[in-house]
């Protein structure tokens, strides 16, 4: 394996470096008091990935198994429990626990046992924010046919 081609080609580096500070305020807060919070979009990395801090806050959620074909995803547990459908079974896993999901890997996540926080990690970076905010608008309004294209625009198949 080798380096991949260079994504700036400048003799001298630039000032383009991207800082976001712990006190960020969620982008997207659920009706059951899960947030969303954008470290950095695919639009701040060159499209290169997108990582999100994602808090539970309590009662259990999270999606059931399902992949994408376009992106990787990747889990880091910062605080709490997480539960990680690897494909076979449902892995409990802690904070400092890491799961990484290869396109079309099957998977799914919730938390168990209460509040968690984790970093979501997508390769390359899609514009996973649409699906964030469409879940929290209430998708669950959508009929059948606009719920499965609205899935398929934001490439989530469903076991």
Do not use: C
Request: cysteine-free; proline content about 7%; aromatic content about 14%.
């Amino acid at each position: 394996m080798s380096y991949p081609p260079p994504l700036y080609d400048g003799d001298s580096g630039e000032v383009s470096a991207h800082v976001v500070r712990a006190d960020l305020e969620p982008a997207v807060a659920y009706p059951n008091g899960n947030k969303v919070f954008y470290l950095a979009r695919g639009t701040e990395t060159q499209g290169t990935f997108g990582l999100y801090r994602w808090e539970f806050a309590g009662p259990e959620s999270g999606p059931r198994a399902h992949f994408h074909r376009t992106i990787t995803e990747s889990f880091y547990v910062l605080e709490g429990t997480v539960t990680i459908f690897d494909g076979t079974d449902w892995v409990k896993t802690r904070a400092g626990d890491f799961a990484h999901v290869p396109a079309g890997g099957i998977h799914g996540f919730r938390n168990s046992d209460g509040p968690a926080k984790m970093l979501l990690h997508f390769a390359p970076g899609a514009p996973r924010e649409a699906y964030f905010e469409g879940l929290a608008a209430g998708i669950g309004g959508f009929d059948e046919d606009a719920y499965a294209r609205f899935m398929r625009e934001h490439d989530n198949h469903w076991l």
